[in-house]
């Protein structure tokens, strides 16, 4: 692999120098290009990638480059350039680099390996190596908070496997763009820009934009900073447990609205449960949940009346949203049993019961090939992307509430879909049961809720897949807490070998403490870790 490496001395003071030497070395490298046949140089002509965080050098960069007649995309990190290329979307002669984060070189490297596999093209690789400036911006100036006494940890030095696609697996949504960097003849491309989390603010999550298609270049508008998600900025989430326990009202027999309650499905929960029913009115099965009205927890009803049915909050929040692997409420209602009062949802029937199921039942085998496990992560990364899409964030997770549809013995069948989808969304949300304190994020813990937090989420159901045991154990909520806010979670590697070097890198990635430091969405997350497991 042949790099053609400049470094050029840059200060925002006097940047005029330094400049006229870019543009001078982007002249020399398209004056010098050729490609195999002899043709033009790109589909996308002159274009120019820019990997740098700080806003007015992307500004001053921006100005310049269409100045000179050339376009250009920004990103804030290499993990997320290499995406770009990755999913095709993007083909430069050139990459300009303002600041390079010292663990994300594993990326970088993967990214001129990409561009001379796939088109038989070295990058021009222009560093620029920062001088004082006399009056220094203030750090708010910045897209994403930086750690400037942080030490990153080393990335291995191995060579990783070819990149290979895996559009031979007729499971996976087609709602994801296959890695298939090759340009179409015409048209645009359905791919999916990424954006990183801003600065926390005290803004609610907002819907993000929609999906751009296009082949061109992102302008300097409409740059990451200006489409990333905000941060919910809340007061800490109370995490004493509620000390009220639903009545022993059993249901089973019982008429609820126009549904029979047949059967519990699963294991008895202290609040709510569970129930098949059949719904006389469709003639047909359904599951329903029940909830006794006083065991709601008080930290979901600060801002409500006592009259406000959660599961209707619910079923308003999801009017507008169609996923295949999102489980959507069919009806909500009330009712009074024996004297207590009763608040239900009606779902679709899932005949394969939850995930928590199917592994009790599979227990002979504790750990799974990654192989194995993409289909799964990739069905969730795909649900979740959309929550995120349209503003929302699940912080739900546990295998129960991951349910399965039909009856399957090989995980790598396996066709699920999410439920449970919180009615609270203006706050950080942690479920007052042991099984999700596994997937809580740090920044979740001290009350902020990110798209970015169910990324940390989905990696630790991965590592747990791929190990047999989630990044962090304990037996207390106190002691739970603690080790998510202040442990570094072990490579999956100590707990099993078999993995590939690359997965450490991978899902420590996505495991990162701070927000920022991890994969600039849940489906960038995806996309890598089926680059290089999606065989």
Request: proline letters at 9%; glycine letters at 6%; charged letters at 15%.
């Amino acid at each position: 692999m042949n790099i053609e490496v400049y470094e050029i001395n840059f200060s925002l003071d006097q940047p005029g120098y330094s400049a006229q030497r870019i543009l001078e070395k982007l002249q020399q490298r398209l004056t010098q290009a050729k490609t195999p046949t002899g043709g033009q140089l790109f589909q996308i002509p002159h274009h120019v990638l820019l990997v740098d965080n700080h806003r007015e050098r992307v500004r001053y960069f921006g100005s310049l480059l269409s100045g000179a007649g050339y376009q250009y995309m920004v990103t804030a990190t290499t993990v997320e350039a290499f995406t770009l290329i990755l999913q095709g979307n993007c083909m430069p002669f050139a990459l300009i680099i303002g600041q390079e984060d010292a663990k994300q070189r594993f990326f970088l490297n993967r990214l001129f390996q990409r561009m001379e596999q796939q088109y038989d093209w070295d990058l021009l690789l222009i560093r620029l190596q920062m001088q004082p400036i006399r009056n220094a911006l203030p750090k708010s100036h910045s897209l994403l908070p930086l750690d400037e006494n942080a030490t990153p940890p080393a990335l291995p030095s191995v060579t990783p496997p070819p990149m290979t696609s895996m559009s031979g697996l007729p499971q996976f949504p087609p709602s994801f763009p296959q890695p298939n960097p090759q340009l179409p003849d015409g048209g645009s491309f359905s791919g999916i820009t990424y954006s990183s989390p801003s600065a926390p603010t005290s803004t609610p999550i907002t819907p993000l934009p929609p999906v751009a298609q296009s082949t061109g270049p992102i302008p300097a508008e409409q740059l990451s900073f200006a489409q990333s998600s905000p941060a919910l900025s809340i007061p800490e989430v109370p995490l004493r447990p509620v000390e009220r326990t639903a009545p022993n009202v059993p249901l089973e027999g019982q008429d609820i609205g126009r549904y029979r309650v047949v059967a519990r499905i699963g294991t008895t929960q202290q609040v709510s449960n569970t129930y098949r029913a059949y719904d006389r009115l469709r003639e047909k099965e359904v599951a329903l949940k029940a909830l006794h009205a006083d065991t709601i927890p008080r930290h979901m009803l600060e801002e409500t009346t006592d009259e406000v049915n959660l599961f209707q909050q619910e079923a308003r929040l999801m009017e507008d949203l169609d996923h295949p692997h999102i489980l959507r409420v069919l009806n909500t209602g009330r009712s009074y049993i024996s004297g207590a009062s009763f608040i239900y949802k009606t779902m679709l029937l899932c005949s394969g019961g939850s995930l928590a199921q199917w592994l009790r039942e599979h227990g002979a085998r504790s750990v799974f090939s990654p192989q194995e496990v993409l289909p799964l992560i990739w069905q969730l990364a795909d649900a979740l992307q959309y929550l995120h899409d349209h503003g929302l964030v699940y912080q739900n997770f546990k295998f129960s509430n991951i349910l399965i549809k039909g009856e399957v013995d090989d995980l790598r069948d396996l066709q699920i879909v999410l439920s449970d989808i919180p009615a609270v969304q203006n706050r950080a949300y942690i479920p007052k049961s042991v099984d999700t304190y596994a997937y809580v994020a740090p920044e979740r813990w001290a009350g902020t809720a990110l798209p970015a937090s169910d990324q940390y989420a989905l990696a630790a159901i991965t590592y747990e897949l791929l190990v047999g045991r989630p990044p962090f154990q304990g037996s207390s909520e106190h002691t739970m807490r603690l080790l998510h806010t202040t442990m570094q979670a072990q490579p999956p590697r100590m707990h099993n070998p078999a993995l590939l070097p690359v997965a450490n890198d991978i899902l420590l990635h996505a495991l990162e403490k701070k927000p920022e430091n991890r994969f600039a969405s849940v489906a960038a997350f995806a996309q890598i870790f089926r680059s290089y497991f999606g065989q």
